[in-house]
C-alpha cells in the first residue's frame, strides 16, 4: 500500500521550472505539545513537491499569485528527486493539489448605507474615477521594424501545441509590467505575418491582452 503525506499551508518559495516538472517548497509544523510521557517535540518540515504542468494550469492562477494562496497538497513520499532540485527535507510526488480558502484574510466590512464610512468611501472613488490615468511610455526594443497588432500574426499550429515554461513567461511579464511591452520583438515573416520564432513573446502578450508588439522580419 502506497504512503501517503497531506500537506496544507502556503508555498515557502516560488515555483522552479524544470521542463517536463515544476517544483516548490511547503513546510509542516510540528504540534505544540507531545503526547504526555513523551520527552520529545515535533518538528518543522520543509517538503518539496513535485507537479506537472497540467496540474498547475489547472489552478488557473500566475506564478506571482501562487505563493500568496494556500492549498492542500495530496502526495507520496519519494527520494528519487536529484539533491540539487530537492532543496526541502523530503521530496514528495504531488497527486493532487487544491487552493484552500485563505482563513486568515482579513474580510471587508461594508459600511452601511448614510453612514459615515459609506460617505467617506464614495468620496475617495469619486476622487479616483477623476485622476487622470497616464500611460507609461513604450519602451521600443532594440531591433524592432514595425509595430503590428496580435490579431495580424499567423501562429503555426506547431506553436500552439506547446507552452512555453514559467521561467520565461514570467521574465517577458516583468519586461511588460516594467517596459509597457515584450523585451524583444517577435520574429515574423515579413509577407505572410506567420510567426517564425519568439512564440514565448507572443504568448505572455496574447495572455496580458496587449494591443500591439515590436516585430522583426
Known sequence: MAQKIS???RPTSSIQDYGKYLAFDMEEKGSPNAPKGIPFQSNAITYTVVLSPKQFNKLNITQEEFSQRRFVVQGEPCFDIPFEQCTGEIGVI???IQEIEDKAKEKKQIPKKGSRAQKSVESKHQEESTKVKVKKPLLVPKGTKDWMSLDDIKVPESF???TPGIAKQKAVEESIEKNGTVDKPIIINPETHELLDSYSRYYV???KNLDRVP???
Request: glycine share 6%; with cysteine.
Open 215 to 217: 516585430v522583426h522580419y
Open 205 to 207: 502578450a496574447k495572455k
Open 160 to 162: 500552439l501545441q506547446f
Open 7 to 9: 500537506l496544507t499551508g
Open 94 to 96: 504531488c497527486m493532487q
